[in-house]
């Protein structure tokens, strides 16, 4: 033990002694390099001056003029344009702004600004979750930042919204009133079937069973014309009823084609006085029910039925009989 400890002690007591010389030698090192002290102590000397050419006038006009850390500021901005430039030429601009409002949204959710509740006033054919998909609104929105303009604009631009108010209720209330347009009629044009407003307004393709029951206009023009044709023929029930469409000729003329198949050419002009005698033939005469496939009101002085391929061989077969002469048993 006396071997060991005393070694042990020696290295304990030598430790601290060469760490305080250490320190002692870089705080004399550091005394001297700050006040320019010489290799003899207390002479201070003073440094030869260095020969070196007098600066240009160009450099000493940039010093005068161009403020310090310029360069610095200058390398920044470089550098921030260099990486906007490559943001908007590899095409991350949307993922950025993106990036940024969910960022922003998360902050403000997390003090107390999330959607918690959503009331959505005057929707009957969207559903909840497609007015929020229309306006833009998922489950990272927050109140805070949520901007109600542009929501109301891109539901004003969906062809189902007519108009549109959204109201921000703090601190997470959203309350949104729609007016929706109605479907008013299937439009048929280049062999697709669409369901349209009372304006015109094409509002989706026609795929849902439940506007089955919708009037049928076919051809270019007649989605605009449609409210005013179909208001007229309302009026006479018994041809309406019987209708299946209503078909748009070179946007000038309507022809009707009815349930059974019957083609009805309708005047350009005057065409209720046409509705109005086509519903008195029919209630008098059973017209609709007859053997025939076509009806021609587009003379205002006449009306010509074509028959149909049997009808018209029955009538033919009907003038070839021989007459009986008289006397004849």
Request: one cysteine or more; aromatic letters at 4%; a positive charge.
């Amino acid at each position: 033990m006396d071997g060991a400890g005393r070694i042990a002690e020696s290295e304990r007591s030598q430790a601290p002694k060469a760490g305080l010389k250490a320190a002692v030698i870089g705080a004399a090192v550091l005394l001297r390099e700050s006040l320019r002290l010489g290799p003899g102590l207390g002479r201070v000397h003073a440094r030869e001056p260095l020969d070196r050419e007098p600066p240009s006038r160009l450099v000493l006009l940039v010093e005068r003029h161009v403020p310090r850390r310029a360069g610095v500021i200058a390398t920044v901005l470089l550098l921030l344009a260099s990486a906007g430039l490559g943001i908007v030429k590899g095409g991350h601009v949307g993922e950025l702004s993106a990036a940024l409002g969910d960022s922003r949204n998360a902050l403000a959710n997390t003090i107390g600004f999330r959607i918690t509740a959503v009331a959505i006033n005057g929707r009957r054919q969207l559903t909840q979750d497609e007015v929020l998909a229309i306006g833009g609104v998922n489950g990272r929105s927050s109140l805070l930042f949520l901007d109600a303009a542009a929501v109301r604009d891109r539901l004003r631009a969906n062809p189902w919204i007519a108009d549109a108010t959204v109201l921000k209720l703090y601190p997470g209330h959203l309350q949104i009133d729609l007016v929706e347009r109605t479907p008013f009629a299937l439009w048929q044009c280049d062999g697709r079937v669409s369901v349209i407003a009372d304006d015109g307004a094409v509002l989706e393709p026609y795929v849902a069973r439940r506007f089955v029951s919708l009037p049928l206009v076919v051809g270019r023009g007649a989605e605009t014309r449609a409210r005013d044709f179909l208001a007229l023929l309302s009026r006479y029930p018994q041809v309406s009823a019987a209708t299946k469409a209503a078909i748009l000729v070179a946007e000038r003329r309507w022809n009707l084609r009815l349930k059974d198949g019957l083609d009805i050419r309708l005047p350009e002009i005057d065409v209720g006085n046409a509705l109005a005698a086509l519903s008195r033939l029919d209630k008098e005469d059973h017209l609709f029910s007859r053997d025939i496939v076509a009806i021609d009101m587009r003379l205002p002085d006449r009306l010509t039925v074509q028959l149909s391929d049997d009808a018209a061989r029955a009538r033919e077969e009907l003038f070839k009989k021989p007459k009986k002469k008289a006397g004849d048993a």
